[in-house]
């Protein structure tokens, strides 16, 4: 069997990062495991909840030993938050952003970044201009199988890259918010981004975006799927889909070897590499979920802020607006409408 070195990932220990208080705007599931990660792993602490509803925010804090809010400017004036996390809906995400920035608090915002990239530019513009960090939380792009994958791209080890293939669906049944209008519903900003974020990462911007959609009767987009051209020759063969299950596999492919992240592509665990001569390499990261995997994320923030960094190398502000820039295309081809179009 040839012989394939994986290098090793990058990614610090997080438990060696500065320790910044944390605040929540939005206690719904992704906050949950936000919430409980940083508890369980590294050195940041959460310290407050905020909600528009006071006992949303103080049923959260109650068991978590937190400071609840009413509101989330009651949140951003909170003396010990340095940061503050947005997990609201997609559609709450630009102002609670804004607000938090404008009394002088770091954000990280949950992804997507806004819903669309206008969005994603007001909030970047606005970090920079009071002088603040300001992030989005795609929790893949911190993760240390992606820190490999990252290093065999930019290292030559696959060769040059011809294309990148992934699929992302998910059953979400009626009744979740993704099949409400009014909070921009649909796959694309849940599910969608990720393969769009990570797509674009590793073969740049697309010169050219072909789109395929399927609307659901209420009109929200159930699937949708894309073909991206890249200037250097390259493809990107994408779909999502929240009427079911699919495998959650990308595979990154090269002249020299292609490689595929283990399923749920966008979580922590391993990859496989195949050579051209057929031979197939693993790199094994152990599985987990969003608990075993958020506080990368939050750990690299502290880092940033530590060091006097407005953004993250691992998830730059042009490469958050980018992902949504495609997306925006998207929707433009396939009639996806959301609110403030």
Same mark, same amino acid.
């Given at each position: 069997?040839?012989?394939?070195?994986?290098?090793?990932?990058?990614?610090?220990?997080?438990?060696?990062?500065?320790?910044?208080?944390?605040?929540?705007?939005?206690?719904?599931?992704?906050?949950?495991?936000?919430?409980?990660?940083?508890?369980?792993?590294?050195?940041?602490?959460?310290?407050?909840?905020?909600?528009?509803?006071?006992?949303?925010?103080?049923?959260?804090?109650?068991?978590?030993?937190?400071?609840?809010?009413?509101?989330?400017?009651?949140?951003?004036?909170?003396?010990?938050?340095?940061?503050?996390?947005?997990?609201?809906?997609?559609?709450?995400?630009?102002?609670?952003?804004?607000?938090?920035?404008?009394?002088?608090?770091?954000?990280?915002?949950?992804?997507?970044?806004?819903?669309?990239?206008?969005?994603?530019?007001?909030?970047?513009?606005?970090?920079?201009?009071?002088?603040?960090?300001?992030?989005?939380?795609?929790?893949?792009?911190?993760?240390?199988?992606?820190?490999?994958?990252?290093?065999?791209?930019?290292?030559?080890?696959?060769?040059?890259?011809?294309?990148? *293939?992934?699929?992302? !669906?998910?059953? &979400?049944?009626? $009744?979740?918010?993704?099949?409400?209008? +009014? =909070?921009? /519903?649909? @796959?694309?900003?849940?599910?969608?981004?990720?393969?769009?974020?990570?797509?674009?990462?590793?073969?740049?911007?697309?010169?050219? *975006?072909?789109?395929? !959609?399927?609307? &659901?009767?209420? $009109?929200?987009?159930?699937?949708?799927? +894309? =073909?991206? /051209?890249? @200037?250097?020759?390259?493809?990107?063969?994408?779909?999502?889909?929240?009427?079911?299950?699919?495998?959650?596999?990308?595979?990154? *492919?090269?002249?020299?070897?292609?490689?595929?992240?283990? $399923?749920?592509?966008?979580?922590?665990?391993? =990859?496989?590499?195949?050579?051209?001569?057929?031979?197939?390499?693993?790199?094994?990261?152990?599985?987990?979920?969003?608990?075993?995997?958020?506080?990368?994320?939050?750990?690299?923030?502290?880092?940033?802020?530590?060091?006097?960094?407005?953004?993250?190398?691992?998830?730059?502000?042009?490469?958050?607006?980018?992902?949504?820039?495609?997306?925006?295309?998207?929707?433009?081809?396939?009639?996806?409408?959301?609110?403030?179009?």
């Amino acid at each position: 069997m040839s012989e394939f070195e994986f290098p090793e990932s990058r990614v610090p220990d997080p438990n060696a990062a500065p320790s910044l208080g944390w605040g929540i705007a939005g206690p719904g599931w992704i906050a949950e495991r936000f919430a409980d990660s940083l508890a369980r792993h590294g050195s940041q602490r959460v310290t407050a909840v905020g909600s528009r509803s006071p006992s949303r925010a103080e049923a959260f804090a109650s068991s978590r030993g937190l400071r609840a809010h009413g509101s989330y400017g009651e949140l951003a004036a909170e003396p010990e938050v340095d940061v503050v996390y947005v997990a609201t809906p997609h559609t709450a995400h630009l102002d609670v952003a804004l607000a938090a920035i404008e009394a002088g608090k770091h954000v990280l915002v949950e992804k997507p970044f806004g819903i669309n990239a206008s969005e994603a530019e007001r909030v970047a513009e606005a970090a920079k201009a009071r002088g603040v960090f300001a992030g989005e939380a795609l929790w893949t792009a911190f993760l240390p199988s992606y820190d490999v994958v990252r290093q065999l791209v930019r290292s030559g080890r696959l060769g040059e890259l011809t294309a990148v *293939v992934g699929d992302y !669906g998910e059953h &979400l049944p009626p $009744g979740h918010r993704a099949y409400d209008p +009014a =909070l921009a /519903g649909g @796959p694309l900003l849940d599910l969608g981004i990720y393969l769009l974020a990570l797509a674009t990462d590793l073969l740049g911007e697309p010169d050219r *975006v072909l789109g395929l !959609g399927t609307a &659901l009767g209420n $009109g929200v987009n159930g699937q949708l799927s +894309a =073909l991206l /051209g890249f @200037p250097s020759g390259a493809q990107a063969a994408l779909t999502t889909t929240m009427r079911g299950f699919t495998p959650a596999l990308l595979t990154v *492919v090269g002249t020299a070897a292609a490689l595929t992240l283990d $399923g749920p592509f966008n979580s922590p665990g391993g =990859l496989t590499v195949r050579t051209a001569d057929g031979e197939t390499h693993r790199w094994e990261g152990a599985p987990g979920s969003h608990v075993d995997g958020l506080h990368f994320q939050a750990a690299a923030v502290a880092r940033a802020i530590a060091d006097g960094r407005l953004e993250t190398d691992e998830r730059p502000l042009a490469s958050s607006i980018l992902a949504l820039r495609v997306a925006d295309e998207l929707r433009r081809q396939t009639g996806i409408v959301f609110p403030g179009d």
